[in-house]
């Protein structure tokens, strides 16, 4: 048989390397093998992992009916964390970087779901503007970028990079560590249309989540812009997508006939706060209390002896900037000024005057000798699952948030893709354990979904 | 840089082989590249290969245009040809088998485009019965079926498989060399559909091309019946889809400006012959000479130094059963009783009646250091390209059919997928012949869903 040393190499072999640390980078992840899932509690997610195997032509089905009803955005990421008794989303973001982190071996599987859905979007276009956020220095951010123009001009779109930065007036050339290079030219409006240039396409694809607001160059304009502009982060919450989160893992807990609970992280919300002036504080502790509480009372059903503990963001922050835990009342009432100030602000400099308390959900998937911790990033195109990859971090503990400013993960590519279950082989097999990863984070987009949906009737 | 023995290993790799044969036959595909094109007559096609990496947008919008008009058939396989200064299709298979020769890697491929396909055909499909070919002892068969039912279930509906065997009264189990088993249920008829057991789903693949006529039993059902019977071998002419591929070959080379000829085997076609009874053979002494005069010229007119051949084929024939080739009018004129035997019967002992006869296309690619001839299988699904073989073959030349009864290939999977041209790369690398390969295939489809269209049409 194969010899074990081989490992579960990725298709990245096939590839040459452009630089020697790619090659090593390549190496360290032809070598690696699926994260481990280090805990003795796995008994609930395993029997979720074969629930879900057993159910998958039901489940198939179920999610052809609600993407029929509910029309998939165009892509989509999502944060998942794997306790091993339950498996749940905590992020789901409608303008996912991170495309460079993606398998290679998937780059077809993307271009394929790309056709798939602009086809869908608008038949006709032959061309795609991409609105980027205005990260010039950050350039694991332009490798994303430089990833997500290439998958759409390989799916046969010509492509282009408008961006929204104030002080650009002519094309700027950006080189990047991959070797590749990334055109960043100015946006710019006429009549109803934006483009670069004379570049006017039909189908404007934003990847920028308006954490800034929305820009009033992209009102009105008669191209498709997907995902809209209404789902950017100036107008959407957490909280409100967690709800419709809330209302899908029910559906679907009853369908397939489990706990929601195993795949929903409980979560509460206060009115209006503000760290720095203290006001506000009694909510949030009322609130961290409930649902210290309520978190308590599953884990004493499943017998699962670990701390709760309750994650705090704010309503409409990301790149993990205003986010922090907490396993007590104590802990968010003895807040001091370092940690008032964290909370204080999120991209952008955007202050924070609401946040959703959030069941923290322990990671207990590790990797390598070193046991770094590791937290999957699904990718999805309109409804395929295209990949993912883990998020390592040697520096983190399993109840700590992973993805935070200034700190470097390592990304781990998916070495199988998510959408081939194989039910002869062990229900945790990583084709499986991608394919439940699959099914959740699934479940997150088709509540992002039903945000779009409430906007377009709002 | 990445050491040149590890040449371009596939995903195969990662997957655990069952049988020791399986290892051998994956450490060959993983150490080897793609084939070698060896002549010196590559000017025209490296253009062709150049041609279409610059007009990729272009073409995919084309083709875009084409699949709204004219919906891709379910699935197909197309056999090219790449003599170098030419690249053409010449036999596109609308029931394909060989799905157990595309290499893993590419799985998660097939599986989308299912999804993608049958949403289109049936929104609401939940289950699928295919209906295979009744070779119950052609193993390569077997497991070629196996592999198409495991994809559709792994697309997320429940598959079983119909045979319309006569002889068959209960389920029968066949064990497979790969170690899977296969299950063939006898079909039966309830009212207007056709099912197993009491499994009467709501759409019907056949992956059986009718040779043998279109069962009674499929007749007139309120299933959705993928492809349509009416499609099969016995109302299907090859010279009908050359004829629709000649008119579509028309009009990409108009749109991506080049000559025709270069993607399109020239062909024509006798009235009624009889080989046995040495009928209808003037009009095909008279075919051949005039269709090697337009091949020497098309030959000349390139500076191509090799002696035109044509191959005859029975216009409703398939296996590679009732082909010949022949290099001038003498050839066919001095048939000996064996070869017209040959030339009499086909697939299910189905008689010959009818002959199209086509410009034979040098094949170019060689394999290995026994300088094997190989010969690329495209597969699609829906519009999609999800992956190909070779066949490789060593006992034959450049100018013979390479799919013949009895005759063994060996199959090396696409190391790369045919969807991702890279227009950093040179023309001729593996990814950019891939796409080369992609488009002309598509084209075969496209000619093959005017046919479909056509049979609705009248």
Redo the contacts between chains.
């Keep these: 048989?194969?010899p074990v040393e081989?490992g579960?190499?990725?298709?990245r072999?096939?590839h040459?390397?452009r630089t020697?640390v790619d090659?090593w980078s390549l190496m360290n992840t032809a070598l690696h093998a699926v994260p481990h899932l280090t805990t003795a509690l796995t008994g609930p997610l395993l029997q979720l992992e074969s629930h879900l195997l057993d159910h998958?032509?039901e489940?198939?089905?179920w999610?052809?009916?609600q993407w029929?009803q509910t029309p998939a955005p165009f892509y989509t990421s999502v944060d998942l964390r794997n306790a091993g008794f339950k498996l749940a989303p905590v992020d789901t973001n409608l303008f996912p970087a991170g495309f460079n982190n993606l398998n290679p071996?998937?780059?077809?599987?993307c271009?394929?779901?790309i056709?798939?859905a602009l086809?869908r979007f608008y038949?006709?276009a032959?061309?795609v503007l991409v609105i980027p956020e205005n990260h010039t220095r950050n350039l694991f951010y332009l490798e994303s970028l430089a990833t997500l123009r290439e998958l759409i001009?390989?799916?046969?779109?010509?492509t282009r990079i408008g961006s929204l930065l104030p002080d650009l007036d002519g094309p700027q050339v950006i080189e990047l560590p991959s070797g590749r290079k990334v055109t960043l030219e100015p946006v710019r409006r006429e009549g109803d249309k934006v483009g670069v240039d004379d570049f006017f396409p039909c189908v404007v694809v934003l990847n920028n989540d308006l954490s800034g607001g929305r820009p009033p160059i992209l009102e009105d304009v008669d191209q498709a812009v997907v995902p809209p502009l209404g789902i950017g982060w100036s107008s959407r919450i957490k909280s409100g997508h967690f709800g419709h989160y809330r209302k899908v893992a029910e559906e679907f807990a009853a369908m397939a006939e489990i706990d929601p609970w195993l795949i929903d992280p409980l979560f509460r919300n206060c009115g209006e706060i503000d760290f720095m002036k203290r006001e506000g504080e009694n909510c949030l502790a009322r609130n961290v209390d409930a649902l210290l509480s309520a978190i308590r009372q599953k884990y004493e059903q499943y017998g699962i002896d670990k701390p709760p503990f309750v994650v705090i963001k704010s309503e409409s922050g990301t790149y993990g900037m205003a986010v922090m835990t907490a396993h007590s009342v104590e802990e968010v009432q003895e807040l001091n000024r370092k940690q008032r100030t964290h909370m204080s602000k999120t991209k952008e400099g955007q202050s924070v005057s609401k946040v959703i308390i959030q069941e923290g959900v322990y990671t207990f998937e590790t990797w390598g000798e070193a046991n770094a911790v590791a937290e999957p990033v699904v990718y999805m195109i309109d409804h395929?699952v295209v990949g993912g990859f883990y998020r390592v971090h040697t520096g983190r503990g399993p109840n700590e948030n992973l993805n935070a400013p200034g700190m470097h993960f390592e990304p781990l590519a998916f070495?199988?893709?998510c959408?081939?279950?194989?039910c002869t082989e062990f229900p945790d097999a990583g084709v499986n354990r991608f394919y439940a990863y699959g099914v959740i984070a699934r479940l997150a987009l088709l509540a992002a979904a039903r945000e779009i949906r409430a906007l377009d009737a709002g």
Tied chains: 1, 2.
């Design positions: 048989m194969f081989y579960r190499p990725t298709r072999l096939i040459l390397p020697i090659f998958q032509a489940i198939e089905a999610f052809r009916d029929r071996a998937f780059e077809a599987l271009i394929q779901a056709q798939s086809e038949p006709t032959r061309r001009a390989r799916a046969g779109y010509e395929f070495a199988d893709p959408n081939m279950p194989d």
